[in-house]
């Protein structure tokens, strides 16, 4: 079974551009969650999607990011513009309906705004 | 105050020691407890989970939860080299939801 894969796995961008993470969960898993950490801090929640649908986006940090996950399989996190803060690694997670035992996390995204 | 509280470390042990970490947390709703071990470049991954109060073991990992003083911990038994890593405590309130994490705890088994 392929685990959840995220992409790029590092990528570095000017203060002020666009760029869009992505996140393919495992096959069938209907819960896909976005985390960050970003220096010295700890893993923070971003929102959860089931299927298609924001079940929880309290963790936001703002209208600079932007979540979308069409057709209920892969999912984007867009953060436009970028800023300085918003350096850190970004974790895509799934899980199957049954709940949070069955949490998988992908290997992450490092992104650094320079 | 956070509501998670974990020792960043370094925990450094000899081979074959017992590692102990713990995590104190502040929510009461929390009911389901985690922990996570995560290497260098890799995301987290599940060792062990506990609901609500009391211990499970799973070979050399044994997780302890005490509700009533808000605090877990996790044991590793007869640690080696390979248990080197980062470890993080994550509790949620329900079953399918965000987890809340601590900052983690770096142990280093040295040979």
């Known amino acids: 079974e392929a685990g959840v894969t995220q992409f790029p796995s590092h990528s570095v961008i000017e203060k002020g551009q666009t760029v869009t993470l992505r996140c393919d969960p495992i096959?069938?898993?209907?819960?896909l969650y976005w985390y960050r950490r970003v220096m010295g801090k700890e893993i923070k929640f971003l929102l959860h999607?089931?299927?298609?649908?924001?079940?929880?986006e309290s963790g936001m940090p703002n209208n600079r990011f932007l979540a979308e996950r069409t057709g209920g399989t892969y999912s984007t996190l867009k953060v436009q513009p970028a800023e300085l803060e918003d350096s850190g690694v970004y974790f895509c997670?799934?899980?199957?309906?049954?709940?949070?035992?069955?949490?998988?996390f992908g290997s992450g995204t490092r992104l650094t705004v320079v | 105050q956070k509501e998670v509280e974990q020792d960043p470390g370094p925990l450094s042990v000899p081979e074959g020691a017992i590692v102990s970490l713990n995590c104190t947390y502040s929510n009461s709703a929390f009911q389901y407890f985690m922990w996570y071990r995560q290497y260098s470049r890799k995301g987290p991954e599940l060792l062990m989970y506990t609901y609500s109060s009391g211990n499970k073991e799973d070979g050399r990992f044994t997780a302890q939860v005490d509700k009533s003083s808000k605090y877990i911990s996790l044991f590793i038994r007869d640690s080696q080299p390979s248990d080197s890593a980062t470890y993080l405590c994550?509790?949620?309130?329900?079953?399918?939801?965000?987890?809340?994490f601590g900052a983690g705890t770096q142990v280093v088994v040295t040979p």
């Open positions: 994550a509790m949620s309130g329900y079953s399918w939801g965000k987890l809340q």
């Open positions: 096959s069938g898993h209907d819960n």
């Open positions: 997670a799934s899980s199957p309906g049954t709940g949070i035992y069955g949490y998988t």
């Open positions: 999607f089931v299927k298609e649908s924001k079940q929880d």
